[in-house]
């Protein structure tokens, strides 16, 4: 693998939710050997390198996200050798590996968490994490009306009296990051998993960790929305989200990637409103932040055009590249999203089972595809989550025995939760889990998992897998991390239409055929649908590639002409 320092600038990046990617021993979970097993699928789709879900020991109350050790694996997935094992076969498949470090909290079953609970009030354990008295005559109520992202309130009480701050479930504990302890146990993790290889960290809820808990405790007020994960508004005044003193932290982790040859990849989830986000990629703090704007966006040309230029122009003020991404593990896949009515409260249709409003299957795939190459022509990195290039949609009517997310039970079923995202991958088109395992698996997949797994579309030209593919192929030859975009619409106009390097894209997110642009290089090289090459009109929920000659004249623009 040649060394390139700068390789994530412009880097397909796969996801892999390792419970559901593929399961080596049967026992229905997902594991590190099986994702070993399948790798040359991610790099036959041309991906430059996978991003790994945790695999730490772990209760999974939150699908691992709830870590009790950082230097081991959980037994469910696997050995550190297989660890060793999948890096060495990444490595030789041409792919890098980024983990995901979780440094906002622990499980409750952490050691640290379970000294501090067998220590007393006050005592030195006890301050590596967010430990208060309650309020009131009797310390009966919680220390501030804070609440939890997955629902109810952020404080649990123990019982000597105190309580422990969680802004996620009770059994995932929130880390004080003032403690000198928890900075160099954290350099410590990083420094574990680089000396065995890793290329790079996702960093868990990056905008998080530091907390305002100097006293009093200041509370939200009944105003605030306290389940959101963004602190809009509060410019780094928040009491726990997207504060100024996380920067100092994110730096730290930078100084400790940055001793290493060649310096490895970091990735911020953070959920920093978009014009904040930016101070999360300085030169001396990560690499890369998650752009959810663009995964939040509607399928509107407008608003899709807005997107793409706040996200460039802030991302080229830190001298910085924007990430892409449709979907992940913590959000309905896009599949289905896209094809939901403008304004769909998404929590009601996950509720109604994916029947309110109903999603003709046909327009999801179509979107999905014209999606997939708009998000692919674009400049900078691309993340996608697995499955995606197989096209799955949600599975939205998953039954309530087999619900796993924490975010149902703490939601008291308002909110159904993620796991509709999270069903296991079919690789096969029989089985009793579509070739995820010899086993059935830990959520149940539906019957049209095999019309869509990778047997069936490696061998249908026209399949999504054959689009991503090709697509992938082609944006390495056609487009670099730092080129500019040339718009040929205009910021109202409902088809996009843009150059990038030696790529131009045309989207067609409308209900009605648009007038595709005369370009001198001939037909569409890449289309999202079949498409004549003569044909004058791209149809509705479209997306067409040409390759240009960028050295020649300056092309017309949709706007001028």
Known sequence: MTPDDSWWRSAVIYQIYVRSFADSDGDGIGDLPGITARLPHVADLGADAVWLTPFYPSPMRDGGYDVADYRAIDPRFGTLADADELLARAHELGLRVIIDIVPNHTSD?????????????????????????????????????????FGGPAWTRVPDGQWYL????????????????????????????????????????????????????????????HHRIVGDGWYGK????????????????????????PPRVTVAES??????????????????????DFLGADWDGAALRATIDRSLTLADEVGATPTWVLSNHDVVRHASRLALPSGTDVEAW????????????????????????LLLALPGAVYLYQGEELGLPEVADLPDEALRDPVRHRSAGARKGR???????????????????????????????AALSVEAQQVDPTSVLALYREAITRRRALLTADTEITWHSTETDPVLDFTTGSLRCVTNPTPEPALLPDVPSGPPSLTSLPLPPTARLLPPDATVWYRVDTTGPSQESRAEG
């Open 109 to 149: 079953q952490h050691a640290w968490f379970q000294e501090a609970l067998a220590a007393p009030p006050g005592s030195p354990a006890r301050t590596r994490y967010v430990f208060r008295d309650g309020r009131g005559d009797d310390g009966t109520e919680p220390p501030t009306d804070w609440q939890s992202v």
């Open 350 to 373: 996950l509720r109604s089972g994916g029947t309110d409003p109903y999603v003709p299957p046909a327009l999801a795939t179509r979107r999905a595809r014209a999606a997939a190459l």
């Open 166 to 225: 969680h802004l996620f479930d009770a059994t995932q504990p929130d880390l004080d990051w003032t403690h000198p302890g928890t900075v160099a146990e954290f350099h410590d993790i990083l420094r574990f998993w680089l000396d065995r290889g890793v290329d790079g960290f996702r960093f868990d809820v990056a905008h998080g960790m530091a907390k305002d808990l100097a006293e009093p405790l200041r509370d939200l007020g009944p105003d605030q929305v």
């Open 419 to 449: 796991d509709g995202c999270r069903v296991p991958i079919p690789w096969e088109r029989t089985g009793p889990s579509y070739g995820f395992g010899p086993a059935a698996p830990w959520l149940p997949q539906p019957a049209t998992f």
């Open 271 to 292: 959920w920093a409103a978009l014009d904040r986000r930016g101070q999360y990629v300085r030169p001396d703090e990560l690499h890369q932040a998650f752009n959810f």
């Open 238 to 261: 928040h009491p726990f989200w997207d504060r100024d003193e996380v920067h100092d932290l994110l730096r730290g982790f930078r100084t400790v990637t940055d001793s290493y040859e």
